[in-house]
């Protein structure tokens, strides 16, 4: 079995290389954001809206939710466990400063996905982690998304982290492009996050996502599975 392979294991269908994030920066809904991504292939996809208030929030995620059911995608709701359980999303992607996972998990149940932002070796922290399905880390580099967070972390923390947490798949996150997807093999990494590459100007850049799924799958085929 590869190294890849051997991170990956019995997530790879559950968690793909490719997880994409919707912005308020484009000129286009949530929810057709959502279907833009999952034409082109994209089956992980958070909702990150941080500018609707919680009516517009939720109206917006029951429709990316009901497209997701016809592409057999996973929708992810970012921050707001609520909205999550109310539109039967997939999970919630929670940071350090929002509801605790184990609250989530009350509320969610076992079968929903739980996700967490990780930024420092400081915030690890095992009792947390049991609870936590997958984990994204970073920023890996200065991101167009977060302004505020500076890439601290060198490889090597990166590459000590990810073990650190193993089995918990983990998703770099924070100015990554396609061309990232190989730091899977390196450090051992689930997979990367997308968000801003994946615009051009204010529109979802369809064609490069088409070409970011193909390249995702092409990386998945060289991967030796058990």
């Known amino acids: 079995m590869s190294f890849l392979g051997n991170v990956l294991g019995k997530n790879s269908e559950k968690y793909p290389f490719l997880y994409c ?39 917006e995620a029951r429709l ?8 057999k995608a996973k929708l992810i709701i970012n921050d707001h466990v609520e909205i999550a359980n109310e539109c039967d999303a997939h999970g919630v992607h929670l940071g350090i400063q929002d509801m605790s996972v184990s609250e989530a998990r009350n509320l969610l149940g076992d079968s929903r996905i739980i996700g967490l932002t990780i930024h420092s070796k400081a915030e690890i922290s095992q009792e947390g ?56 093999e390196q450090l051992g990494n689930n997979g990367i996050a997308l968000c801003s590459a994946l615009t051009d100007g204010k529109s979802l850049d369809t064609s490069a996502i088409t070409n970011y799924v193909n390249k995702a799958s092409d990386l998945k085929k060289n991967v030796v599975l058990a």
Do not use: W
């Not at 992980?44 to 919680?54: D, F, T």
């Not at 990316?64 to 592409?71: K, L, N, P, Q, V």
């Open 21 to 59: 994030l919707t912005s308020d920066d484009v000129d286009s809904s949530h929810s057709e954001q959502v279907l833009t991504l999952c034409e082109a292939g994209v089956r992980l996809i958070q909702l990150r809206a941080k500018k609707l208030n919680k009516t517009d929030l939720l109206y």
């Open 64 to 71: 990316a939710r009901r497209i997701c059911e016809d592409f």
């Open 129 to 184: 982690l049991p609870d936590v399905d997958y984990i994204g880390m970073g920023p890996f580099r200065k991101s167009e998304t977060k302004t505020d967070l500076e890439a601290k972390l060198s490889l090597k923390d990166f590459s000590e982290m990810i073990n650190s947490v193993h089995p918990v798949p983990v998703y770099l996150i924070g100015g990554l492009a396609i061309e990232d997807l190989r730091l899977c």
